[in-house]
């Protein structure tokens, strides 16, 4: 009885051993790699649970958390080094969708700061109000064309009898275009109208210089133009109706097509678009 008691308090002293080794060897391992804390609790636990036999010697013990400790730290450095690349991956992302998203909110406010100063020819005609009502419902169509067309290409496969009852208006425009080639033939309306919408935000967003007045019989000569700034020439450039054209009339319609086609086309303005469409092609109009 003595020596088998003497036996168990031996194997439970090589036991507390072998477990404080673990512990310094993880905490001197792991503490210059940028493990955390609960990681090391983690690897700490992982090498005890190992030891399921009282009767394995230290040598094996030993031998056994190596390969397993170097198994699982190996791991925890893949999995730190794709966390560490994420980051950076996101850092950047967000930097550029904040640039992107400043510059073309500086666009926008140039823009309409022109329309209400009365400097672009629709505004002078018709007024801030209106231009600007334009503007926006141009776009908006715009956006309707571009992404409108994606989505008609792509619902092809999908018999229109499964979304008659859900999207009336969907059904409606894929069963205008889905006879014979008025596909085609919406395609090449879609494209007049694209060049026509872009022609007029151009009208209603670009500014423009009145040349000066005739001059007066007897009275002082006209004033020469003053020189521009860097904000004039850039409006001048025609580059901010360009930027907000591309982002906020094309892709970001696109991208949303892509993603929900039937929604997309599910509204009463694409069914007067593609009647528009079609409208436009049959005229003979594109036909040289």
């Not at 991956?89 to 823009?111: D, P």
């Not at 792509?154 to 425009?173: T, V």
């Not at 009208?203 to 860097?230: A, M, R, S």
Request: hydrophobic share 40%; aromatic share 8%.
């Amino acid at each position: 009885g003595q020596w088998a008691s003497k036996k168990r308090g031996k194997r439970r002293s090589v036991k507390r051993t072998h477990n404080l080794k673990i512990h310094i060897n993880v905490n001197i391992m792991t503490k210059d790699h940028g493990v955390s804390l609960p990681e090391r609790h983690f690897l700490i636990d992982a090498a005890q649970s190992t030891d399921h036999d009282d009767e394995v010697s230290p040598a094996a013990h030993s031998q056994h958390f190596s390969v397993t400790q170097n198994n699982e730290y190996e791991g925890f450095e893949e999995e730190t080094a794709n966390g560490h690349r994420k980051n950076k991956e996101n850092l950047v992302r967000t930097i550029k969708y904040t640039v992107s998203f400043c510059f073309m909110a500086s666009c926008l406010l140039l823009i309409t700061k022109g329309i209400f100063q009365r400097e672009t020819p629709v505004s002078m005609g018709a007024g801030p109000i209106v231009a600007f009502t334009v503007m926006w419902f141009l776009i908006a169509w715009l956006g309707m064309l571009e992404g409108g067309q994606g989505s008609l290409v792509g619902l092809q496969p999908i018999d229109p009898q499964l979304y008659k009852e859900s999207h009336p208006s969907a059904y409606q425009c894929t069963g205008l275009v889905y006879k014979g080639d008025y596909l085609n033939s919406f395609i090449v309306g879609r494209q007049f109208l694209v060049v026509l919408v872009v022609f007029c935000l151009n009208l209603v967003c670009t500014p423009i210089d009145l040349p000066p007045g005739p001059p007066v019989e007897g009275g002082p000569p006209p004033l020469p133009p003053p020189d521009k700034g860097f904000v004039e020439s850039f409006l001048d450039s025609g580059l901010p109706v360009m930027l907000i054209t591309v982002i906020l009339g094309q892709l970001a319609a696109e991208v949303n097509a892509t993603n929900c086609m039937l929604d997309f086309i599910n509204t009463p303005l694409m069914v007067v678009t593609t009647w528009i469409c079609l409208a436009i092609e049959a005229s003979g109009l594109l036909h040289a």
